[in-house]
């Protein structure tokens, strides 16, 4: 049985301007590190279930909770995907991180793949794509594989109107499985606790951000998750970015919708653990 010594626990990392990102950290393993990045309007508390389940197999697990998420502080500014990066290499740099897996979910995906694209600090040695919004979340003439812009203008025109609403409908469609009312219950008190401005913010990154260009860039092992079902991020998305990114690897999880990583919990972690150690 592994045991976990905390000695270096950093609950908090300033990652400069006066912010400070909130890190769960585990601290000590010996088969690996992962560090997990959440999606939009989440914190990293969506992946206990891998924590749980990693930790005991010898797994390091590291989650970051975004600027403007979870437990992280929430100032008004910038909010994109080079403002993220910025901020995770920050926490790399303040906890020595070296040979980890990077894996992020959603946008988060999408964040992580701009950080092993724009990033050469070889500390990154593999890449998990978590039902990605990526490369590109909405629609172009050359792009037809995301979503329609018109589905994030309204999105953005209901958090200015209604978030609260908005985010219970988000919650609603992160499953295409039924959940227990209590774990719905607990997904919408996550992200709840979401800034309004930052929530705001990353939906107009969402539909602006365009990543194509990076995935030529990405040079490490990748896999990518994904939902057949998945009501959220199409699973196009995932093919799009399977063909753009060399040496990478695609599962398709046949039942499951955006949250994979609890839907099919057993085999997801399961992919997982064998990504991490191959």
């Not at 690996?32 to 989440?42: D, K, N, Y």
């Not at 100032?75 to 897996?101: K, T």
């Not at 409908?169 to 209590?182: E, H, I, R, Y």
Request: net charge negative; aromatic share 10%.
């Amino acid at each position: 049985m592994v045991t976990v010594q905390t000695k270096s626990y950093r609950p908090f990392v300033d990652v400069g301007g006066g912010v400070q990102l909130y890190v769960e950290d585990t601290c000590e393993g010996s088969s690996g590190t992962i560090v997990f990045i959440p999606g939009w309007a989440i914190g990293s508390r969506v992946f206990e279930y891998q924590f749980q389940h990693l930790v005991p197999r010898g797994y390091r697990c590291i989650g970051v909770d975004l600027r403007g998420f979870g437990n992280s502080d929430k100032p008004w500014g910038d909010y994109n995907y080079d403002v993220f990066v910025d901020d995770i290499r920050e926490v790399l740099d303040a906890l020595e991180l070296d040979d980890l897996v990077l894996a992020g979910h959603s946008m988060g995906a999408a964040i992580s793949l701009h950080y092993a694209a724009t990033q050469k600090d070889d500390r990154v040695k593999k890449l998990l794509l978590i039902s990605p919004a990526a490369p590109c979340f909405v629609r172009k003439d050359d792009f037809p594989f995301g979503v329609e812009k018109a589905v994030l203008d309204q999105m953005i025109n209901d958090c200015l109107k209604d978030r609260v609403k908005l985010l219970a409908k988000f919650g609603d469609s992160l499953f295409s499985k039924p959940v227990s009312p209590a774990l719905a219950r607990y997904f919408h008190s996550l992200v709840m606790a979401a800034s309004p401005y930052a929530t705001l913010k990353c939906l107009e990154a969402l539909r602006d951000t365009d990543l194509r260009k990076d995935m030529g860039q990405v040079k490490v092992p990748t896999l990518i998750i994904h939902g057949r079902q998945d009501a959220i991020a199409p699973f196009a998305l995932a093919e799009a970015l399977h063909r753009g990114i060399a040496n990478s690897q695609l599962i398709c999880l046949e039942e499951s919708g955006h949250g994979v990583f609890y839907e099919d919990l057993a085999e997801f972690n399961r992919h997982l653990i064998e990504f991490a150690r191959g």
